[in-house]
């Protein structure tokens, strides 16, 4: 047939059952949850990034 996971034909199908199942107006509300599960998701590594930089710095500062 095509190469690829995720064709057009198949996002639109993805599109079509999401829209049967939760109604043209619970999408806004799950594009923002999503979106703020991104943010956090995101948010979380940049402070573990953080806090592995600063026990670097600590590390290298003892004798």
Same mark, same amino acid.
């Given at each position: 047939?095509?190469?690829? =996971?995720?064709?057009?034909?198949? =996002?639109? !199908?993805? !599109?079509?059952?999401? =829209?049967?199942?939760?109604?043209?107006?619970? =999408?806004?509300?799950?594009?923002?949850?999503?979106? @703020?599960?991104?943010?956090?998701?995101?948010?979380?590594?940049?402070?573990? /990034? /953080? /806090? @592995?930089?600063?026990?670097?710095?600590?590390?290298?500062?003892?004798?």
């Amino acid at each position: 047939m095509g190469r690829g =996971l995720f064709q057009p034909m198949h =996002l639109l !199908l993805i !599109l079509v059952i999401v =829209l049967v199942i939760f109604g043209p107006g619970k =999408l806004p509300e799950l594009g923002e949850s999503l979106g @703020k599960s991104i943010r956090g998701f995101k948010k979380a590594m940049a402070e573990k /990034d /953080d /806090d @592995k930089v600063e026990a670097k710095k600590i590390e290298e500062k003892k004798p």
